[in-house]
């Protein structure tokens, strides 16, 4: 009598092997991030957040472009490295590099050949990713350079990653066990409340690793109250990201990474986290 063996539809196998693929990926970009951050030079790690700016800046001006905003690249790459420099010691102000922004934008729309409608969507498609990418990715560098020496802005980008890569994973496996309630259905489908919660959870967890491990200086409870913040603002990132691309019908952001499709997949629970650590220190740890 022969036992029936039961083969797991090809969907399914495809399925696991993109997840195991996703995880595999992030987690070597995991270690690699925060040895980097760890142990490499100051500019090296500035050199890493620019690139992955403008890798960014090209990602969400193709998503534009299929919602028929395409940017004028140069000028957005440009006004992204220019909203990143004024984050820097040095660097010039912020409120300068707007001014520039909208005056060298209106001022490509005005002499163009294109009709004024199609100048419009394409000034719409610049000025989104220079100040979303570059405002985002600037705390990026504000952070790394944060008061209280080298060593402290490391530690703040280290505590930033470990707890965003901790919620995402404790947000996606508990989804998958738990979840029955959506998050947000008309964005993202398969994201739930249960989901959301094992995150939050997870970036608690995470966050107190910092004070009993390589950030000593960190108060217990400032390590709970930063993760907590990490992780609700890990999550609005991913959905912002999540309804760029659901307007612009597409799964990922681009093909870059093994099963996590673009940067912008990858960093934009990230690109809002930062911006919270960074402020949380100004105002409650720098002095």
């Given at each position: 009598?022969?036992?029936?063996?039961?083969v797991?539809?090809?969907?399914?196998i495809?399925?696991?092997?993109?997840?195991?693929?996703r995880?595999?990926?992030?987690?070597?970009?995991?270690?690699?991030?925060?040895a980097?951050?760890k142990?490499?030079?100051?500019?090296?790690?500035?050199?890493?957040?620019?690139?992955?700016?403008?890798?960014?800046?090209?990602e969400?001006?193709?998503?534009?472009?299929?919602?028929?905003?395409?940017?004028?690249?140069?000028?957005?790459?440009?006004?992204?490295?220019?909203?990143?420099?004024?984050?820097v010691?040095?660097?010039?102000?912020?409120?300068?590099?707007?001014?520039?922004?909208?005056?060298?934008?209106?001022?490509?729309?005005?002499?163009?050949s294109?009709?004024?409608?199609?100048?419009?969507?394409?000034?719409?498609?610049?000025i989104?990713?220079?100040?979303?990418?570059?405002?985002?990715t600037?705390h990026?560098?504000?952070?790394?350079?944060?008061?209280?020496?080298?060593?402290r802005?490391?530690?703040?980008?280290?505590?930033?990653?470990?707890?965003?890569?901790?919620?995402?994973?404790a947000?996606y496996?508990?989804?998958?066990?738990?979840?029955r309630h959506?998050?947000?259905?008309?964005?993202?489908?398969?994201?739930?409340v249960?989901?959301?919660?094992?995150?939050?959870?997870?970036?608690?967890?995470?966050?107190?690793?910092?004070?009993a491990?390589?950030?000593?200086?960190?108060?217990w409870?400032?390590?709970?109250?930063?993760?907590?913040?990490?992780?609700l603002?890990?999550?609005?990132g991913?959905?912002?990201?999540?309804?760029?691309?659901?307007?612009?019908?597409?799964?990922?952001?681009?093909?870059?990474?093994p099963?996590?499709?673009g940067?912008?997949?990858?960093?934009?629970?990230?690109?809002?986290?930062?911006?919270?650590?960074?402020?949380?220190?100004?105002?409650?740890?720098?002095?």
């Amino acid at each position: 009598m022969q036992t029936a063996v039961r083969v797991a539809p090809r969907s399914v196998i495809c399925s696991r092997r993109e997840i195991v693929k996703r995880h595999i990926t992030g987690f070597v970009l995991a270690i690699v991030a925060l040895a980097g951050i760890k142990l490499a030079p100051t500019w090296a790690v500035m050199l890493v957040i620019v690139v992955v700016a403008l890798g960014s800046v090209r990602e969400m001006g193709s998503l534009l472009g299929g919602l028929g905003k395409p940017p004028w690249p140069i000028v957005a790459h440009l006004g992204t490295l220019a909203a990143m420099a004024s984050f820097v010691p040095g660097g010039p102000p912020l409120s300068a590099v707007l001014l520039a922004l909208i005056v060298i934008v209106s001022a490509r729309a005005i002499f163009s050949s294109a009709g004024a409608a199609t100048c419009l969507e394409r000034a719409i498609g610049t000025i989104v990713p220079a100040l979303t990418i570059g405002l985002l990715t600037g705390h990026l560098c504000a952070l790394l350079l944060a008061p209280g020496g080298i060593e402290r802005g490391r530690d703040l980008m280290v505590l930033t990653l470990l707890v965003v890569y901790a919620a995402d994973t404790a947000a996606y496996y508990g989804g998958r066990a738990m979840g029955r309630h959506r998050l947000a259905p008309r964005i993202s489908p398969k994201k739930t409340v249960e989901g959301a919660v094992f995150g939050l959870i997870g970036a608690g967890l995470t966050s107190l690793l910092a004070p009993a491990w390589f950030f000593r200086a960190l108060a217990w409870e400032q390590a709970v109250a930063l993760g907590l913040a990490i992780g609700l603002a890990g999550m609005l990132g991913d959905l912002s990201e999540s309804l760029l691309k659901r307007a612009a019908a597409v799964k990922d952001s681009g093909t870059l990474l093994p099963g996590h499709g673009g940067l912008l997949d990858r960093i934009d629970s990230l690109l809002f986290a930062a911006p919270v650590v960074y402020w949380y220190h100004h105002y409650w740890m720098a002095g």
